[in-house]
Nanobody, 123 residues
């Protein structure tokens, strides 16, 4: 099973940018489709963005389209989420998820999770 560790979160002003990373280890990273999810206080975990095994296709929720970009570097075993024009409503703990069978879009489906990284957008 793959192990995942997120990094890159922090406190940022509205309109600012952050880049999250998800470092994978333990299994062949390229054999997993990947996704980013987030969970705000008092809310359920939600899908944010997904990417196929080779990175040829990406998927986003409407609220982040045009602001967030998911990418991966299979040579470095790393998944990224570039977040631009951040808004207070983007505040959440962000998690990466790996699934060998499909692009992960549902929190309840089986897969491997990281421990999460906090993103806070506030003035």
């Amino acid at each position: 099973q793959v192990q995942l560790e997120e990094s890159g979160g922090g406190l940022v002003l509205p309109g600012g940018s952050l880049r999250l990373s998800c470092q994978a280890s333990g299994r062949t990273f390229s054999s997993y489709a990947m996704g980013w999810f987030r969970q705000a206080p008092g809310k359920e975990r939600e899908f944010v963005a997904g990417i196929t095994w080779s990175g040829s296709s990406t998927f986003y929720i409407d609220s982040v389209k045009g602001r967030f970009t998911i990418s991966r570097d299979n040579a470095k075993n790393t998944l990224y989420l570039q977040m631009n024009r951040l808004k207070p409503e983007d505040t959440a703990v962000y998690y990466c998820k790996a699934d060998p069978r499909r692009v992960p879009t549902l929190p309840g489906e089986p897969g491997s999770w990281g421990q999460g990284t906090q993103v806070t957008v506030s003035s």
